[in-house]
Every structure is written in C-alpha cells, then in structure tokens.
C-alpha cells in the first residue's frame, strides 16, 4: 500500500450506465485520501496508445446523471497479447501509475488479472456491464438501468402486440446469460422468458407453445436472451413459422438501445459504493480483487471467481413468470 501514490481509472468493454457514477467515486476518494488520479481513455487501448489523462476533483462534476461514460470504453484486442500488455505497463510506468481500478465485464476483468499477475500491479475491478453475468457479485453497475429500458420498451410492445393479436419475440443482451431476459419478463408482465440457462434442458419454445401459454390472452410477449446457438430472437420466430404457423409473430431486437439512458437511483448508488470501496481496497492492502455486492454487503471477490458466470438462474423466477401468466 505504501507505494501507491497514483491511481489509473479505466472503462473497459460493453458501456454501462452508473460508469460515470462509478469514475466520479473512484476519483473523488482517492483524492479525499491524498491519492493522485489519472484516468485512462478508451480502457486498455489508451494504455497501450498512452491516452492518459489527469482527473481532478472537478474533471467528474455534473456526470453522475449521464450514461456512456466520459473515459470511453473499447474492446481491445491488442491487450490480449503479451506485446499489448508490455506497452500497456511502459506507458503506465511513464505515466508514474501505480495501481489501477478497472471497471469492465468479463473480457475486462479477465484481461486485468492476466496484466496484474505478469506485472505484479496492484489492480481492483469494478463489476460494469448491463449483462449482470459476473460471479460473486448479487449486481453489476449498469444491471438496473438496462432492466428499466427493457421494462419501458415491452411496456410500448404491449399497446401494438394486443391490438393486432400478435406474438412478440423481444430479444434482449446478456452474452448468453438470461438475467436481462427473466428479470425483465417479471418486471413488464411478459408472458415467458427463454434463457440460455435453460437451453440444454429443455425446448423452452415446444414447451411454451404446448402448455398453451395464450390460453386466456390473444397476444403475448416473450422475452428472449440473444444467444447465437440459437439464433435468438429471429431462430425463434422462424421456428414459429415452420412449426407452429398459426401464430403471427413479430420480432423486436432491443440491442444497444438498452446499453444507453441515465443510470437509475440503484445504479448510481451501487457505483458510488463500489467507487469508494474500490479506493479502501487499496489501503487495505487488497490486490487483483473485484468488489461485489452481497446481500447488501461489500465483498472482495478473487478474478477468477468473477469472471466464472456460475450464479445459474433462479428457477424460482422461472416459475413466477409462468404462475403470473396465466
Ligand atoms: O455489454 C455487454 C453486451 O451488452 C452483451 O450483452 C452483448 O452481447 C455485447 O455487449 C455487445 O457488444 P458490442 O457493443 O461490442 O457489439
């Protein structure tokens, strides 16, 4: 702890609404604690390129209402390249930073222990991504807000698909993770969810369609998870209209839509608190942790256990879905 005088802040991968939030409470603690903050543009590439910036108190006013984030965020490929990550610390080294906060999905984090172990950087990440698909942590920065844009969007979908009778795909992001999709259906009373969870187990769409899920209603709508094995929310339209051709069915994709917008009240809170923990981590000697969130607890979470998607669905949502569609 003792040599680390310089703090990096970095956005990395899918942005997030509450990124901003996030960065204004890494900064502001660091320098309520003496600290030196730099922020890092574009995540890993602005390593690698040096697009380093110095971050003052005032450099985060007036950002914790706005979604995307002020650093920029990239998916960088150079990164995952010994030589990538050898630039990354010659310019962190000139940059005279000594430990980093990252705040990414997976990708990010996964990329952030490879960088700390090769280098021996002290490096804390931050859980940033709408997917909420990072182990250990009950939410990820970005989570909320996505939920609230899907729950407005079926909200809208609703007035169409019961005018015209129709059957709705919403398809929804999280990288193979069916979170967006089955918190999303409970939250906009959508009639089913079909998640990638779920997908070796069972046709989630014969079964569906079996139990007669428009016993009582004319139009229906289902979320779907995007998932490339099955081609998501078109491979299950095209399905319907093979198999079960009396529907009319429509597709909606609501794709980066749900990435953008003002991050909820839940959202900002959570990244300001992940913010200042992110900064008492390093005091407290932590290295190569990401902080999570439990049961309204702050925990420290070893990458590899983040970055391994093991939190499963909750079955028990599954059910309610059904039970509230009837
Ligand atoms: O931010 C995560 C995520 O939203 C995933 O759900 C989605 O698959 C991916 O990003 C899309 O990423 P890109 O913007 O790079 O196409």
Redesign the pocket.
């Given at each position: 702890m003792e040599q680390i005088k310089c703090i990096g802040v970095l956005t990395s991968?899918?942005d997030?609404p509450g990124m901003n939030a996030a960065i204004r409470a890494v900064t502001r603690t660091a320098i309520y604690h003496g600290f030196t903050v730099k922020g890092i543009r574009r995540g890993y590439k602005g390593l690698i390129t040096g697009d380093i910036v110095g971050m003052e108190s005032q450099s985060v006013s007036n950002i914790i209402q706005l979604g995307g984030t002020i650093l920029k965020s990239a998916?960088c490929k150079e990164f995952c390249t010994p030589e990538g990550r050898k630039l990354a610390y010659e310019n962190m080294q000139a940059a005279g930073i000594d430990a980093l906060v990252v705040i990414g999905?997976d990708g990010s984090i996964k990329g952030a222990g490879e960088f700390a172990s090769e280098y021996n950087i002290p490096v804390v990440a931050l859980p940033g991504?709408?997917?909420n698909d990072l182990g250990g942590t009950d939410a990820t920065i970005g989570y909320d807000s996505a939920l609230n844009t899907i729950m407005e969007a079926v909200d809208k979908l609703r007035d169409t698909a019961s005018s015209h009778e129709r059957l709705f795909f919403v398809e929804v992001?999280?990288?193979t993770a069916g979170y967006l999709a089955l918190n999303g259906a409970i939250a906009s009373g959508a009639e089913a969810a079909i998640v990638p969870e779920m997908e070796t187990e069972v046709d989630q769409l014969a079964e569906l369609i079996n139990n007669g899920f428009r016993k009582s209603k004319n139009s229906a709508i289902v979320l779907v998870a995007?998932n490339p094995k099955t081609g998501g929310a078109i491979g299950l339209a095209e399905r319907v209209k093979k198999e079960f051709p009396q529907y009319d069915a429509r597709v909606t994709i609501l794709g980066?839509l749900q990435?953008g917008g003002s991050p909820t009240s839940l959202d900002r809170i959570l990244a300001s608190r992940l913010g200042e923990a992110a900064i008492e981590a390093f005091m407290e000697g932590q290295r190569n942790v990401m902080i999570g969130v439990r049961n309204s607890q702050l925990v420290y979470v070893p990458f590899s256990k983040a970055i391994r998607h093991n939190k499963g669905i909750n079955r028990t949502y599954l059910d309610l879905v059904k039970i509230l569609s009837i």
């Open positions: 991968g899918g997030a998916r999905g991504t709408i997917d992001m999280g990288h995007e980066h990435r």
